[in-house]
């Protein structure tokens, strides 16, 4: 799809594939959760093993953390990502250099549609960009299909269902500028 959307229907190949990654993710991130902030480096291992590739050294993810894939997530560098996150990564998840996650964000790419009878049998795939230099704060929701422009902060606990400009201050459910971030 142009937009990045990815649809896709159970039992078909591509649900069967998606399963089987879902499962790979979750055999990851249980030897991923027995760890602790002491080990950084293992941490940075076994994420780059998630992801695909190889995080930068100064990559920073602080245990538990949770994803139904993770081949789908990139992350640039000087990135921290602190305890009990949830990516959801099937629509693609971009993360650039300098972007600080606070704990229990949820990133959330898929989703199913409204029609009741198509609810289970469907899961929509739409990515997100966090882009340079971002903060999320604790607790906040961010759902696919968004770009966070650069330089702005999400307000705790906010749910952000559109595309957040760069510079500034979003916050609330659904969340809205509240205001600009001047440069410092």
Not at 8 to 23: D, G
Not at 61 to 76: M, N, Q, W
């Amino acid at each position: 799809n142009k937009d990045g959307t990815r649809t896709i229907h159970s039992r078909t190949p591509e649900s069967a594939a998606m399963l089987a990654n879902v499962k790979r993710a979750m055999a990851i991130t249980a030897r991923l959760n027995r760890l602790t902030f002491d080990d950084a480096d293992e941490v940075r291992a076994l994420f780059s093993e998630l992801i695909g590739k190889k995080v930068d050294e100064s990559f920073l993810l602080i245990p538990p953390f949770y994803t139904a894939g993770g081949d789908e997530i990139r992350v640039g560098r000087n990135v921290f990502v602190n305890q009990n996150c949830t990516f959801y990564d099937l629509g693609g998840l971009d993360i650039a250099d300098d972007v600080l996650i606070g704990p229990n964000v949820s990133i959330i790419t898929a989703g199913h549609p409204l029609e009741p009878s198509q609810r289970r049998s469907v899961t929509i795939g739409r990515p997100i960009v966090i882009e340079r230099n971002v903060w999320i704060a604790a607790g906040a929701t961010i759902i696919g299909g968004v770009t966070v422009g650069e330089n702005s902060v999400v307000a705790a606990a906010s749910v952000v269902t559109r595309d957040v400009p760069p510079n500034v201050l979003v916050g609330g459910n659904p969340a809205r500028v509240i205001r600009s971030i001047g440069y410092g």
